[in-house]
Nanobody
């Protein structure tokens, strides 16, 4: 069992930066591929990024490539999403997930409760 708790969301102006974090409980964190997803009002949840178990490989949605960076610290059981050059269309609830598979084939096993990110224009 893995429990995930996101933090770091908030309100930021367009062009600004924000880092969200996801802390995991349990001793098996390093065995999971970790992913970030987001869900905007009235839209389906969409994939944002994922990172391999050791952190060497990352995968991004085209909409965030070059602006967002996913990283993880297995010693701290934490995964991060650094978001730069934020746009109003990045406004969403951001969720982290532990699972398997990469990119569009990511299969979540556990979800966090989400953290709200709002980008004002």
């Amino acid at each position: 069992q893995v429990q995930l708790v996101e933090s770091g969301g908030g309100l930021v102006q367009a062009g600004g930066s924000l880092r969200v974090s996801c802390a995991a409980s349990g001793r098996t964190f390093s065995s999971y591929i970790m992913g970030w997803f987001r869900q905007a009002p009235g839209k389906e949840r969409e994939f944002v990024a994922d990172i391999s178990q050791g952190g060497a490989y990352t995968y991004y949605a085209d909409s965030v490539k070059g602006r967002f960076t996913i990283s993880r610290d297995n010693a701290k059981n934490t995964v991060y999403l650094q978001m730069n050059s934020l746009k109003p269309e990045d406004t969403a609830v951001y969720y982290c997930s532990a699972g398997s598979g990469r990119g569009n084939y990511f299969s979540p096993s556990y979800w966090g409760q989400g953290t709200q990110v709002t980008v004002s224009s």
